[in-house]
């Protein structure tokens, strides 16, 4: 989920379980949604994106639910590797550019 | 193609200076935007452009911040005098989607202001 402050959500998983990373977002008419990891001391890097007339789209070892009657939204991480560890952002995007949420640290324990 | 490249990756001034970012978005790509991240507000949009002309800058948080985009392939965004609370990562995106999705971020630009 999202975070307030200075204080990031963590999502601690095993090497080889399933993650699922959520995000709620505020803007009914934000019509664009995507996912960015971001590697310490990198920028973000584009992971996957979905349209709002779609509730699911899938990539290689990610999945992104869409729910929009309740403004969610949740990337799914088959087979956690270590390399996944990261920070995850979602972002929406409606008339106005890419508004970022503050994110989620995913830590793999392998 | 070498994606979007960010210079300086680390800067460090004292307070009062001027500071200047540069940002070389990926080729062919007709919007680019600069944002700063921080612990405490995250991603936030500073400025965008479209084909080099600035869109909305109503995230530069002072006039003491200002973006140029002389030409399709160089931006900069100066901070003149800089003040420690400008210290943050400062990151420069492009898109070639005109709709400013899918952004492909450069790897950013640690400023500390002493």
């Known amino acids: 989920g999202e975070s307030v402050g200075l204080h990031l959500p963590t999502l601690s998983v095993q090497e080889g379980d399933n993650s699922i990373i959520n995000c709620a977002y505020s803007?009914?008419?934000?019509?664009?949604f995507i996912w960015y990891k971001q590697e310490s001391g990198k920028g973000p890097q584009f992971i996957i994106d979905?349209?709002?007339?779609?509730d699911k789209r899938q990539g290689q070892r990610v999945t992104v639910l869409l729910n929009k009657t309740v403004k969610h939204l949740s990337l799914q991480i088959a087979a956690t590797q270590p390399g996944d560890s990261a920070v995850y952002f979602c972002?929406?995007?409606?008339?106005?550019?890419?508004?970022f949420g503050k994110g989620t640290r995913l830590s793999v324990i392998a | 193609d070498a994606g979007v490249i960010q210079s300086p990756r680390h800067e460090v001034t004292e307070m009062g200076q001027e500071v200047t970012l540069r940002c070389k978005p990926i080729?062919?790509?007709?919007?680019l935007f600069w944002y700063r991240q921080t612990m405490m507000r995250g991603l936030e949009l500073l400025i965008y452009?479209?084909?080099?002309?600035?869109?909305?800058d109503s995230g530069m948080p002072e006039d003491r911040f200002s973006a140029k985009m002389p030409n399709a392939s160089f931006s900069t965004l100066k901070i003149q005098p800089s003040e420690p609370r400008d210290s943050a990562v400062y990151f420069c995106?492009?898109?070639?989607?005109?709709?400013?999705?899918?952004?492909?971020f450069g790897s950013g630009t640690q400023l500390s202001v002493l």
């Open positions: 995106a492009s898109s070639s989607t005109g709709r400013g999705e899918k952004l492909f």
């Open positions: 803007n009914s008419a934000s019509d664009y």
């Open positions: 979905i349209r709002s007339n779609m």
């Open positions: 972002a929406e995007k409606g008339n106005t550019p890419l508004v």
């Open positions: 080729s062919g790509h007709n919007s």
């Open positions: 452009f479209n084909n080099n002309v600035p869109i909305d």
